[in-house]
């Protein structure tokens, strides 16, 4: 039990374009969603935390209006990169979590590259 | 000062030795505690999760946590070449909701 995935695992987009990854916990309700970039190398950065109909709480430095999060069910969060630029390039990382548990679940990632 | 200090490594190890990992922190309020594996260009996988300082094991791998050392461990037994990935130790405080501290990760390879 508790799977995750995401979708795309990858895409190339073009500068300027918005790209939508999908989060889903396959055999559980997550009453909590994660939202993470990586680095080549480095460790997991929390970008923002979803809670199942409520707006995501952004970490600071995180553009909210760039990075846009829904979380519409108990079992799928998007995050929406909007405008992409080549920085944006990375890795993309969900996790979710159920309950009041502590344990996170995490995606397989979708690494993005913005052409 | 980072808030979970982790050794980068990498650690090399021969097949069948211990590997033997850890990671400091600084915030006595960290309650729970994890490790998890990433394999390159994957999602992080839960290993071990625990709660109280002392032992928990589960198969070969054992972890331990010392809370007033400040100080949590990771033991894998007879490593294989499959455990050749890195290591990210995580924490976290009741009062961050179910938010995690991650340490920066050890690269571990297994040499056959």
């Known amino acids: 039990g508790a799977v995750v995935s995401q979708h795309p695992s990858w895409v190339i987009c073009k500068s300027g374009t918005s790209v939508k990854i999908e989060c889903r916990s396959l055999?559980?309700?997550?009453?909590?969603m994660f939202w993470y970039r990586q680095f080549p190398k480095q460790s997991l950065m929390l970008m923002a935390t979803?809670?199942?109909?409520?707006?995501?709480?952004?970490e600071q430095g995180v553009e909210k209006d760039k990075f846009l999060i829904n979380h519409a069910s108990l079992t799928l969060s998007t995050l929406t990169v909007t405008s992409a630029h080549p920085e944006d390039s990375s890795f993309y990382i969900c996790?979710?979590?159920?309950?009041?548990?502590?344990?996170?679940?995490f995606g397989p990632g979708t690494r993005l590259t913005v052409t | 000062q980072k808030e979970v200090e982790q050794d980068p490594g990498p650690l090399s190890v021969p097949e069948g030795a211990i590997v033997s990992l850890n990671c400091t922190y600084s915030?006595?309020?960290?309650?729970?505690f994890m490790w998890y594996r990433q394999y390159s260009r994957k999602g992080p996988e839960l290993l071990m999760y625990?709660?109280?300082?002392g032992n928990k094991e589960d198969g070969r791998f054992t972890a331990q946590v010392d809370k007033s050392s400040k100080y949590i461990s990771l033991f894998i037994r007879d490593s294989q070449p499959s455990d050749s990935a890195t290591y990210l130790c995580?924490?976290?405080?009741?009062?961050?909701?179910?938010?995690?501290?991650f340490g920066g990760g050890t690269r571990v390879l297994v040499k056959p």
């Open positions: 996790s979710a979590s159920r309950g009041t548990s502590h344990e996170q679940y």
């Open positions: 979803s809670n199942e109909g409520s707006k995501a709480t952004y």
């Open positions: 625990t709660y109280s300082s």
């Open positions: 995580a924490m976290n405080e009741r009062a961050a909701g179910n938010k995690l501290t």
């Open positions: 055999d559980f309700q997550a009453t909590t």
């Open positions: 915030n006595s309020a960290f309650q729970y």
